[in-house]
């Protein structure tokens, strides 16, 4: 499983060692200290000892003030839109351009449908147009024979680096269980990725403050797709993320109570943890230790994105069901991150169940993997919801 999984890490050839880059200019509207920061870094006048003691403090600023951090004025421009679903592939595999071109002639001959998606203006601005309108393909639920029945949907939120199309296939199941889904594209990925990129690279790299920035924006936008759903009748809630997304969804849930059902498919507590043992993030240490940081001085920077700093904030909601899947063989997000999450939980009291999966976390996506952790996700999902429509009928 070892082998398997380090051969599926190492398939893609377009993974870039960038420099480290501190990013402060990416949280100046938020700190002054990081606004200070970003022009002595402008000047060449910040050190490297200066730049990595003001990210510390900067991560404890906003950490102290996650609340208004992770808080946004609610977008008013919602619309929906429609258009043949594009793949936009992360690697450059001829398996996977071949179904690039696949995709491309089946909706030019009329063979595929199009699709409806959201979009709107996400409440956090980065420095790339195309990222800051948010997508997300809409699965609506079907009609119910009960008119009182309460209307619920689900935000999905895929890996780092997934194409247009993974977990589209998870919103058709949950349509299924009369679940409306909004599968939501992460900051950075497949149309919100800025042309210079072939890989979603931006969500998380060595710029420190863009990492950071990207994960704030995805917390909003997850909320923010909320608030339209809220606007369509929709009344009762859930999240779901897959190894990035999950870290997205668990922040979003944790500053968010409407989020009464939590599916997190890999789980860790530190993200700095994640980014420094990963092999999946093997190129972003190597710029971290080029410079000499160490990882507890990367777990430090990446601070306040990491859900460990929302434990007791997410713990609180009480009536919230929440699934943790994890893999004994996982080399991205490491079995001891992940059963410290569950370590957490019991020591919060929080409502949960685990599941196991026999495989890794790459492997995750291979037959037969992945029809168990669908079977894991969509049982999890449909007794939930259920549950939750019991309790407040």
Known sequence: MIRWETVLTTRDTNRVVRPLEWGFDWLADFSELAADSARREAEGTLTHAEALDRMVRVNQEIIARSEEFYGYAPPTDFRLEERHPELFPTNVRPETLRQEQEVREAAANGDLARAEFLRFTSPVHSKYPENDIVNARWFPEPAHKDPKRKKQAIVVMPQWNADAFSHNALCSIFNRFGVGGLRLSKPYHDIRRPAELERSDYAVSSNI??????????????????????????????????????????????????????????????????????????????????????????????????????????????????????????????????????????????????RVLPCGHYTTGETPYKYIDGWYMGSFIHKAYKRMRERTA
């Open 209 to 354: 403050g863009r990492t950071i920035a990207a994960c704030r924006q995805a917390v909003v936008d997850i909320r923010a797709c909320v608030d339209w759903l809220e606007q369509q009748g929709y009344e009762q809630f859930g999240v779901l993320g897959t190894s990035l997304g999950s870290c997205y969804a668990f922040m979003a849930a944790a500053y968010d109570p409407r989020l009464q059902v939590c599916a997190f498919n890999h789980a860790s507590t530190w993200f700095g943890d994640v980014v420094w043992t990963g092999q999946s993030t093997r190129h972003i240490r190597a710029a971290f230790e080029h410079e000499g940081l160490t990882q507890e001085q990367v777990c430090s920077i990446l601070a306040c994105i990491s859900p460990m700093i929302a434990m007791d904030r997410f713990a609180a909601e009480k009536t919230r069901q929440t699934l943790v899947i994890y893999a004994p063989w996982d080399l991205t997000f490491l079995r001891e991150f992940s059963l410290d999450v569950l370590k957490n939980f019991r020591q919060r009291g929080v409502n949960f169940v685990s």
